[in-house]
T-cell receptor
Framework: SQTIHQWPATLVQPVGSPLSLECTVE??????LYWYRQAAGRGLQLLFY??????ISSEVPQNLSASRPQDRQFILSSKKLLLSDSGFYLC?????????FGQGTRLTVV | KQEVTQIPAALSVPEGENLVLNCSFTDSAIYNLQWFRQDPGKGLTSLLLIQSSQREQTSGRLNASLDKSSGRSTLYIAASQPGDSATYLC???????????FGTGTRLTIIP
């Protein structure tokens, strides 16, 4: 069966520090991969998606970036975090039309 | 641009009641529609997926319907239980689009 791993579960980082969130999928190949952000009291905002290795589409201009170094690995990064980057970050995968989500990372920028 | 709306934003019902959650979308040219459940501080759990050619899907006490022509989907929960308390989100995928468009969800509280 397919599983998705996302870590860390929680993260507190100072303003201006770098960020790296990792997501890996097991049990499937060539999935579409997604990074979403969910701010308090708001809906899910699609940040990035990838249909293959090295192929990244950005939905929202910001100081975040994403990379897909391997087929089932998706990384969300920032060189310098802003207070506004705080939120709940969710990774998801999809291959046959149905999306599956990880357990999320709660990021607090202080 | 596809827009997805879920009304009401919050709903409280006594345990044991049947209930219906609503989802509407503006563009009927969808590939599929998916219902999710989100517990506080957790990720999304997929509940039901309805393809555009289908009218409904069932899983246990859950039944989801799809009416593309009217741009609506409903999630029916039978014999509600306190464990059903969560936020329910619907999302649509348009044809030729790898992206999901989400509603803002309905926060459901089942009162014991």
């Amino acid at each position: 069966s397919q599983t998705i791993h996302q870590w860390p579960a929680t993260l507190v980082q100072p303003v201006g520090s770098p960020l790296s969130l990792e997501c890996t999928v097991e049990g499937t190949s060539n999935p579409n991969l997604y990074w979403y952000r969910q701010a308090a009291g708001r809906g899910l905002q699609l940040l990035f998606y990838s249909v293959g290795i090295g192929q990244i589409s950005s939905e929202v201009p910001q100081n975040l970036s994403a990379s897909r170094p391997q087929d089932r690995q998706f990384i969300l990064s920032s060189k310098k975090l802003l207070l506004s980057d705080s939120g709940f970050y969710l990774c998801a995968w999809e291959r046959t039309g149905e999306a599956f989500f990880g357990q999320g990372t709660r990021l607090t920028v202080v | 641009k596809q827009e997805v709306t879920q009304i009401p934003a919050a709903l409280s019902v006594p345990e044991g009641e049947n209930l219906v959650l609503n989802c509407s979308f503006t563009d009927s040219a969808i590939y599929n529609l998916q219902w999710f459940r989100q517990d506080p501080g957790k990720g999304l759990t997929s509940l039901l997926l309805i393809q555009s050619s289908q009218r409904e899907q069932t899983s246990g006490r859950l039944n989801a319907s799809l009416d593309k022509s009217s741009g609506r989907s409903t999630l029916y929960i039978a014999a509600s239980q306190p464990g059903d308390s969560a936020t329910y989100l619907c999302a649509v995928r348009d044809f030729g689009n790898e992206k999901l468009t989400f509603g803002t969800g309905t926060r459901l509280t089942i009162i014991p």
